[in-house]
T-cell receptor, first 114, second 114 residues
Framework: AQSVTQLDSHVSVSEGTPVLLRCNYS??????LFWYVQHPNKGLQLLLK??????LVKGINGFEAEFKKSETSFHLTKPSAHMSDAAEYFC????????????FGTGTLLAVQP | NAGVTQTPKFQVLKTGQSMTLQCAQD?????MSWYRQDPGMGLRLIHY???????DQGEVPNGYNVSRSTTEDFPLRLLSAAPSQTSVYFC?????????????FGEGSWLTVV
């Protein structure tokens, strides 16, 4: 069965410092993994997606994530935080089965201090 | 913005009332699904469909009905609204390709049951 664990519910960083949002997953099949961002009272925006082509995935706005099968992790990083990065981030897993169902983590709220 | 269209964006219901959240996609995707988002819980799957005429329950189906008479439309019906159904609802459509699953979300529907 699929599951996703986001290890931190809140992360606070200073502007210009690195961001690390942690995600562990479990999956019965070869998974697709995603990171989505949601700004307050807004919809979901795709940051990046892992399928199987490359373990280091680059996304929008300077974010990237590394798929580590041995650790069942898919942590999201950014070298230098910007105030506009303050939002909630969701790690999502989808098995490549017949249903395309998504399993969401519970989210990490990122605060960026000036 | 072609893609996934959800209506209404905001709705206030009284307990016991019924309503339908509409979802339409113009991408000819087989897979469609409904999620609800509650604070601290991420998005949880309500119902999903793998094609016209085929629907199945997700993680939190109680109190909701769906049907899929066409590929384009996947309405979500609240039969007798309860305050516990106050939430933000997202519709998604997706396809599975060689690069994994690609998902499109609607902009969300904010529902309050009083």
């Amino acid at each position: 069965a699929q599951s996703v664990t986001q290890l931190d519910s809140h992360v606070s960083v200073s502007e210009g410092t690195p961001v690390l949002l942690r995600c562990n997953y479990s999956s019965s099949y070869s998974p697709s993994l995603f990171w989505y961002v949601q700004h307050p009272n807004k919809g979901l925006q795709l940051l990046l997606k892992y399928t199987s082509a490359a373990t280091l995935v680059k996304g929008i706005n300077g974010f990237e994530a590394e798929f580590k099968k041995s650790e069942t992790s898919f942590h999201l990083t950014k070298p230098s935080a910007h105030m506009s990065d303050a939002a909630e981030y969701f790690c999502v897993v989808s098995d490549r089965d017949a249903t395309n169902k998504l399993i969401f983590g519970t989210g990490t709220l990122l605060a960026v201090q000036p | 913005n072609a893609g996934v269209t959800q209506t209404p964006k905001f709705q206030v219901l009284k307990t016991g009332q019924s309503m339908t959240l509409q979802c339409a996609q113009d991408m000819n995707h087989e897979y469609m699904s409904w999620y609800r988002q509650d604070p601290g819980m991420g998005l949880r799957l309500i119902h999903y469909s793998v094609g016209a005429g085929i629907t199945d329950q997700g993680e939190v189906p109680n109190g909701y009905n769906v049907s899929r008479s066409t590929t384009e439309d996947f309405p979500l019906r609240l039969l007798s609204a309860a305050p516990s159904q106050t939430s933000v609802y997202f519709c998604a459509s997706s396809y599975s390709g060689q690069d994994g699953n690609t998902i499109y979300f609607g902009e969300g529907s904010w529902l309050t049951v009083v």
